[in-house]
């Protein structure tokens, strides 16, 4: 009977001279191979090989770490970045707004004394 890779318990193996945790099936995937054709010492070769490529694949808790610090760093610089994009806007902004705000004055004033003007000179 064909055992399912579902069923695999997971194992941890050593690799090199650390420990490594990797869950792998190596007990029944051995098995599953030897089943299939493959003798036990070719199942236990291509065994150790997955494990050697799933431990070089996998990432540690300090690789996390390490990202983890780069983004928070990343992070913080586009926060002041942002932030300095802001004031810079909110001050452009306010000097648009007291040109505007200087321009309608203006503008009125001048349509004021020219009302004023015409009044007085028709009356």
């Not at 194992?11 to 090199?16: D, E, H, L, S």
């Not at 089943?35 to 540690?60: H, K, M, Y």
């Not at 610090?69 to 810079?88: C, H, P, S, W």
Request: proline letters at 2%; hydrophobic letters at 45%.
């Amino acid at each position: 009977m064909r055992a399912s890779i579902n069923t695999y318990e997971p194992v941890y193996r050593p690799i090199g001279i650390c420990f490594t945790r990797a869950i792998h099936y190596t007990h029944r995937f051995i098995k599953h191979l030897t089943e299939t054709g493959f003798t036990e010492q070719q199942a236990e070769a291509l065994a150790d090989e997955q494990v050697r490529f799933i431990n070089a694949n996998l990432a540690s808790k300090e690789d996390i770490a390490r990202i983890e610090a780069a983004l928070k760093t990343d992070i913080t610089r586009v926060e002041a970045n942002l932030k300095v994009d802001i004031a810079q806007a909110r001050h452009e902004v306010t000097k648009w707004m007291v040109g505007v705000v200087l321009g309608v004055a203006a503008v009125q004033t001048t349509l004021i004394v020219g009302l004023l003007s015409w009044l007085l000179q028709s009356g």
